[in-house]
């Protein structure tokens, strides 16, 4: 199956603005999805399909998307934005849903 | 409000079978795919299935084909994993999701999940 590669980390000073980013064949015909995950907890859909946040994100989150790899931006960071940052999206030739890696944002 | 909530998880020996279940509540659950989503200790998220909203059309992740069986029972709100064979390495803790769209058009479920479960924890013995 095709595989998605994340940074390991990143860091951001606060109120700063940070790009994470994800690369993999997959996203030539599939847009990202990301997730946040805060220790101990399930985790927590930013953003999907070309650039839409669910119910309750702040706008300061968006994605976008260009060839193989895919970009969430946080514009403005805050404190309680520091979370692992996970993407994913579809393999379609295999039919099954693939994740990458996992970032960590640290805020400073 | 909508929820999903998971059960079954605990301690298994290895080759052993478990069955996790997943119950729904809060939004029309037969017109949404759903996921089994798991996460090994201190590693990164881990596609395990999905199951289309009528249950007609699975899929599943390398790591658990042939072995793990999703099924969803409409009438009762809920989506199972059945789990078969299992070994150390699928100590995890495993979520139920629920695709973010409703999908009628192959293949049937979206790969975005904006409604998770707190999830149960699964641990293969040896």
């Known amino acids: 199956s095709s595989e998605l590669t994340q940074g390991p980390a990143v860091s951001v000073g606060l109120g700063q603005t940070v790009r994470i980013t994800c690369q993999g064949d997959?996203?030539?015909?599939?847009?990202a999805s990301w997730y946040q995950q805060k220790p101990g907890q399930a985790p927590l859909l930013v953003i999907y399909?070309?650039?839409n946040r669910p119910s309750g994100i702040p706008d300061r989150f968006s994605g976008s998307s260009s060839g193989n790899t895919a970009s969430l931006t946080i514009t403005g960071a805050q404190a309680e934005d520091e979370a692992d940052y996970y993407c994913?999206?579809?393999?379609?030739?295999?039919?099954?849903?693939?994740f990458g890696g996992g970032t960590k944002l640290t805020v400073l | 409000q909508v929820q999903l909530v998971e059960s079954g998880g605990g301690v298994v020996q290895s080759g052993r079978s478990l069955r996790l279940s997943c119950a729904a509540s809060?939004?029309?659950?037969?017109?949404?795919?759903m996921h089994w989503v798991r996460q090994a200790p201190g590693k990164g998220l881990e596609w395990v299935a999905a199951?289309?909203?009528?249950?007609?059309?699975?899929y599943y992740g390398d790591s658990v084909k042939g072995r793990f069986t999703i099924s969803r029972d409409n009438s009762k709100n809920t989506v199972y994993l059945h789990m078969n064979r299992l070994r150390a390495e699928d100590t995890a803790v495993y979520y139920c999701?629920?695709?973010?769209?409703?999908?009628?058009?192959?293949?049937?479920?979206?790969?975005?999940?904006?409604?998770w479960g707190p999830g149960t924890t699964v641990t293969v013995s040896s």
């Open positions: 999701a629920k695709d973010v769209e409703a999908v009628t058009i192959p293949p049937y479920y979206y790969y975005a999940m904006d409604v």
């Open positions: 809060g939004f029309t659950f037969s017109s949404y795919g």
């Open positions: 199951v289309s909203y009528d249950g007609s059309n699975k």
């Open positions: 997959s996203l030539r015909n599939s847009y």
């Open positions: 399909g070309k650039n």
């Open positions: 994913n999206s579809r393999d379609r030739r295999a039919n099954q849903v693939v």
